[in-house]
């Protein structure tokens, strides 16, 4: 990385693109949740074992999975605020595996 930048090439781009940086999207992890803040956390595991480590990377009580509104409906009743829910997305940063395989 360092060469390139020292020759003026932008990698801006590729930092940027699929290769570095991928978005996933299992089953076994919360699609939604009503916490609103962005998270970074470090993984140093196995790619193939991240699917069953949410539990592990995301330990805090704040991280359970958000409890489904009975049958579905997600009304509020009177006196009960109905909380917001919002997508998330996971993305995993491979930069730092690099320096392992070089």
Same mark, same amino acid.
């Given at each position: 990385?360092?060469?390139?930048?020292?020759?003026?090439?932008?990698?801006?781009?590729?930092? +940027?693109?699929?290769?570095?940086?991928?978005?996933?999207?299992?089953?076994?992890?919360? +699609?939604?949740?009503?916490?609103?803040?962005?998270?970074?956390?470090? /993984?140093?595991?196995?790619?193939?074992?991240?699917? /069953?480590? /949410?539990?592990?990377?995301?330990?805090?009580?704040?991280?359970?999975?958000?409890?489904?509104?009975?049958?579905?409906?997600?009304? +509020?009743?009177?006196?009960?605020?109905?909380?917001?829910?919002?997508?998330?997305? /996971?993305?995993?940063?491979?930069?730092?595996?690099?320096?392992?395989?070089?």
């Amino acid at each position: 990385m360092c060469s390139l930048m020292s020759k003026g090439i932008t990698i801006a781009p590729l930092l +940027a693109s699929e290769i570095f940086c991928h978005d996933f999207d299992f089953d076994e992890w919360p +699609a939604t949740h009503t916490e609103p803040d962005s998270f970074r956390r470090p /993984y140093n595991g196995s790619l193939f074992d991240l699917r /069953y480590s /949410y539990k592990d990377i995301f330990h805090e009580a704040k991280f359970d999975a958000a409890p489904e509104p009975e049958g579905g409906d997600a009304k +509020a009743t009177k006196g009960e605020e109905k909380e917001k829910v919002y997508k998330i997305r /996971y993305q995993i940063n491979m930069i730092p595996i690099l320096d392992e395989h070089i």
